[in-house]
């Protein structure tokens, strides 16, 4: 079988393409990677230093045409979550304007303008998503399916932590894919029972099985337009109606409450500590060690607002240091720098207490080690990195099962 032909959008430093050519099916014909808020490009950096910068685009992809980037079988990427909402253009009532900036839209754009659209996307956000915004819970996960269905494509999707499949990080995220009318999984995925497709047959239930029972389901249209989606789903619903499983075609979605069902190894935070020396850097010092002991302690005190207005302010007991017993918790773009901190990373490893090295976060979302090491990034930057990927295992894994439905 011929390698699928794949786009990276907002690529990072990498984690889809990791993922996806550990399984040599795969080969990423073009990539994007663009940081508005920085002068300096040190993720595509990192890319072009890896993978090459032959076909890789470091500009907004907002502004990239539709005419630049060559076909492919599959476009994937970690979209940023933002607001979706729509509205109908002034000039052409047919017309769609979404916000400015949101790369959403930059996504529908390309697929809407490409003559042979991809067969597959593989696309992967947060798992808020499914409940934002906030005054119409589930609305912008609405308008992507919605939006996806009218580019030709059925969606499914899955909440998936890393760790409950084995993986050394905690790190939960929504995935999805959406197959065209025209790839041969389509047809198989509209004519299935959707609660079978969703915990048996469907390509997460095959890479990520769960156990048989759920508990919840969820079932209903979108009904009309993108514009009226946007200005009218769920007001009055004061929860998502959409569940951290479920599928979309035909303005029929069909969600499930599920629960992972794992048997195999595990690999836990001792597990990815480096075993040689450890730069004294990294250790915290023993004037410091009272102030992480109060960012990670309990609290209930009084603070002031800005206006000077008094108001209660508490938090529960993180753990401290870290488990090493256990997968990791999240790692957070502010992973990085000598600051103590509630959320970042501390381990005891025997000769002291110290953050997490950089191979370790590494380690954590399955990169290779010194995936980020190059000269002029810091080691701040390179935990940056962390806190926006992926866990590469999970792509490997969801690769693998395609290019073997692929095959039958």
């Known amino acids: 079988m011929a390698k699928l032909d794949v786009i990276e959008l907002f690529a990072g430093v990498g984690g889809f393409r990791l993922g996806l050519e550990k399984t040599e099916g795969f080969r990423v014909v073009w990539s994007n990677q663009w940081e508005p808020s920085t002068k300096t490009q040190h993720a595509s950096l990192v890319y072009e230093a890896r993978f090459g910068s032959e076909q890789h685009s470091n500009q907004d992809i907002a502004s990239v045409p539709t005419a630049a980037i060559p076909d492919a079988d599959m476009l994937v990427g970690g979209f940023p979550c933002q607001d979706y909402s729509v509205a109908t253009s002034l000039v052409n009532s047919k017309g769609l304007i979404g916000k400015k900036g949101v790369l959403w839209w930059s996504i529908h754009r390309i697929l809407k303008e490409k003559e042979n659209k991809p067969k597959y996307l593989f696309l992967e956000n947060v798992d808020r998503l499914l409940k934002s915004p906030a005054q119409q819970r589930g609305r912008d996960f609405a308008i992507i399916l919605k939006s996806l269905e009218e580019l030709g494509y059925a969606v499914e999707w899955r909440v998936i932590n890393a760790a409950d499949y084995g993986m050394p990080q905690r790190r939960r995220r929504i995935f999805f894919l959406a197959y065209h009318t025209s790839s041969p999984l389509f047809e198989s995925m509209i004519t299935a029972n959707p609660e079978n497709w969703i915990t048996q047959e469907g390509l997460f239930a ?132 000598k600051g103590p901190s509630r959320f970042k990373h501390v381990v005891h490893d025997g000769k002291g207490l110290r953050r997490l090295t950089p191979v370790e976060l590494e380690r954590l979302n399955m990169f290779p080690d010194h995936h980020t090491e190059l ?18 295992g999970i792509v490997e894994q969801m690769a693998q099962t395609l290019l073997e439905r692929l095959k039958e």
């Not at 794992?262 to 102030?291: C, H, N, Q, W």
């Not at 002991?293 to 309990?298: D, Q, V």
């Not at 000269?375 to 590469?392: C, E, H, P, S």
Request: glycine letters at 12%; aromatic letters at 12%.
């Open 206 to 337: 095959q890479s990520f099985p769960l156990l048989e029972k759920h508990e919840g389901k969820s079932h209903f249209s979108l009904k009309g337009d993108l514009v009226s989606l946007s200005n009218g789903f769920n007001k009055k619903g004061k929860t998502s109606p959409f569940l951290n499983s479920g599928l979309y075609h035909n303005g029929k979605v069909f969600s499930l409450k599920t629960q992972p069902h794992y048997m195999g190894d595990r690999t836990v935070l001792s597990d990815i500590l480096e075993a040689g020396p450890i730069d004294e850097g990294f250790y915290l010092t023993t004037e410091s060690v009272p102030k992480w002991e109060y960012m990670k302690g309990a609290k209930k005190e009084t603070r002031k607002t800005k206006a000077g207005f008094d108001y209660l302010y508490s938090e529960g007991a993180m753990r401290f240091p870290d488990p090493l017993d256990m997968p990791s918790r999240t790692i957070i773009t502010g992973e990085g720098g």
């Open 375 to 392: 000269a002029g990034i810091t080691d701040a930057k390179r935990a940056f990195f962390m806190g926006n990927a992926l866990v590469v």
